[in-house]
């Protein structure tokens, strides 16, 4: 069974950092792509990140991209976005999802991130 464990959330002022990890199990981890995808309240789903099965090849929204960073640890099966210069438009439930031919087919429960002064 394929399970995406997020962890990582909380609260933090303007400007500050966290760092999310994603725990999978169930599949062959470095097979896959993987995904951070948010939603802000109220509003859409929003791709924020994607990298490759072996970590090279990273991608991000303009809207993150210089603050955010995308890594994974393929011994370990975890999966992490670091997030850093946070603002108040970052606040969102985060979710990894696993990339299947450009599908997210499985997705974690989120985590939220709430950013405020």
């Known amino acids: 069974e394929v399970q995406l464990v997020e962890s990582g959330g909380g609260s933090v002022t303007p400007g500050g950092s966290l760092k999310l990890s994603c725990q999978a199990s169930?599949?062959?981890?470095?097979?896959?792509?993987m995904n951070w995808v948010r939603q802000a309240p109220g509003k859409g789903l929003e791709w924020v990140s994607s990298?490759?099965?072996?970590?090279?090849?990273?991608h991000y929204a303009d809207s993150v991209k210089g603050r955010f960073t995308i890594a994974r640890d393929n011994t370990k099966n975890t999966l992490f976005l670091q997030l850093a210069t946070l603002k108040t438009e970052d606040t969102a439930t985060y979710y990894c999802?696993?990339?299947?031919?450009?599908?997210?087919?499985?997705w974690g429960q989120g985590t939220r991130v709430t950013v405020s002064s």
């Open positions: 999802t696993k990339d299947n031919n450009d599908e997210y087919d499985y």
């Open positions: 169930g599949f062959t981890f470095e097979n896959y792509a």
């Open positions: 990298i490759n099965g072996g970590g090279e090849d990273t």
